[in-house]
């Protein structure tokens, strides 16, 4: 994922015509243009996924799994094709490995409560790291209180990078998992996942590894990382909300029970006793959203596509460009300048406040995000209360971060 993401290849593909398929662009907010670099909250859809979900609705909506009749084969038969193209599109050895979720919370929740009711106890230890999302963090602390298992964490520099001396020394016999981000929301930080996963196996830990920033961003080969769960999020990569992807390897999820219990993941109920459906749907409990998943599979043909290789140079580029760019402003602080960065900017303004700043910036119609972006430890560990963060989509441009610039500049001249 590196080497894909210090790229400098320029490639031949037009992008303007790629942002000319995303209706949310083509508007104004406050009376202007919209320049939308909130992407690591949730990105847009193109139009033809958009149109998907409206032929489905209009035509082919049934409930899934259950009917016999042709309405419910030809839903479930939409909605099972995001299944067999994720697959692909991160190489999970088999289909069954790809659970439908309702996004990297829900998924590492799933891990959690399933693997970790089974396999935690007094006195084990679950390593996360410094940098992580509250959905990597108070999934784990729920378990570590019902089983008595404790949380250690890989601390970082400066800069905004794992110290990976220290990860190292925190492995021990003690610890039954480790959890870590693969792009940080808050710093762009790109982990070396490779080498925590070689070295957590190397002692028979498994890991879990949030994908929440990377998947959307680069290329991912779960085969090739030899993750053991990856967690990521439909509505980050021009997908639909209420929609994710947890990838297990088969072994693991065969031997973890259910925790949410209903229709679908059974195979025989009585009241003494229920014995559960196979993989994937012993996971997947209860009526699914259905046309978000038959919109994910538009979504991910699209990508597919534009190639994620493509989209990770492009992205790097624009990176690149703003983060020369944003340099230039006096009184402007970059908070996360890992060398292996994802397309993600934090900045703090001297005493201008973050939300003050997103607040004007909005008004020049430049959607950034302000706050803690559900990593308040991140905050805690450089001392500050919160950065704006522009977080850039290879459907962003130059124009959109000229404007970025020129809406800070106006930002700071109001205060
Ligand atoms: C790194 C990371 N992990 C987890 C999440 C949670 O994703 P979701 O809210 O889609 O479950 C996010 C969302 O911002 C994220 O950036």
Redesign the pocket.
Known sequence: MQETLKTETKTNIDWETIRSQFPVLQQEVNGQKLVYLDN??SSQMPQRVIDRINAYHSKEHANVHRGIHTLSQKATDAYELARKRMQKFINARHEEEIIYTT????SINLVAQCYGRKNFKEGDEILISAME?H??IVPWQLIAEQTGATIKVIPMNDNGELLMDEFHNLLSKKTKMVSV?HV??SLGTINPVEEIIKTAHAKDIPVLI?G??AVPHSVVDVQKLDADFYAF?A??MCGPTGF?ILYGKRELLNEMPPYRGGGDMIDKVTFEKTTWNDLPHKFEAGTPPISAGVGFAETIAFLEEIGMENIAAREQELLVYATNKLNEIEGLRIVGTAENKASVISFLLKDIHPTDAGTILDQKGIAVRTGHH?TQPIMDRFEIPGTARASISFYNNEEDIDRLVDGIKYVQEFF
């Open positions: 690591g909250a996004g990297t919370t829900d999302h959905a990597n981000v940080s929301n949030d929440a920033q999020s509505h980050k994710g559900c």
